[in-house]
């Protein structure tokens, strides 16, 4: 079921559609890594990748299949590690903190 909410979310957000947050300093973001269970390919890692992308507050996002890991970038102003690592679950992953940044 989950998986195929992920699929489904990935359909619908298709390639484009990443908004620009303009330019931040430094100061304004926080970034945090995250081991991610659940990857079974890479089109997992590239899905959530994208997908987070297109949440508010993301910076930016880049997700590893073999390090089974996720880099955000985020604005903390804008949206919290919590509703973060709740919409990696909705995604049907499982996320752990692994550094923060």
């Keep these: 079921m989950l998986r195929r909410r ?4 990935m359909t619908a957000a298709g390639v ?3 908004a620009a947050l303009g330019t931040l300093e430094a100061s304004d973001t926080r970034t ?3 081991k991610v269970k659940g990857f079974t390919c890479i089109t997992c890692a590239v899905g959530l990748e994208t997908l987070l992308l297109r949440q508010k507050g993301v910076v930016s ?3 590893s299949y073999p390090e089974a890991s996720v880099v955000i970038k985020y604005v903390p102003a804008t949206v919290t590690e919590d509703q ?3 919409y990696i679950a ?3 992953f499982t ?3 692994a550094h923060r940044g």
């Design 6 to 9: 992920f699929i489904q979310l």
């Design 16 to 18: 484009s559609g990443v």
């Design 84 to 86: 973060l690592k709740a």
């Design 90 to 92: 909705e995604m049907g």
């Design 95 to 97: 996320a752990e903190l």
């Design 32 to 34: 945090i890594t995250y």
């Design 61 to 63: 996002a880049k997700a």
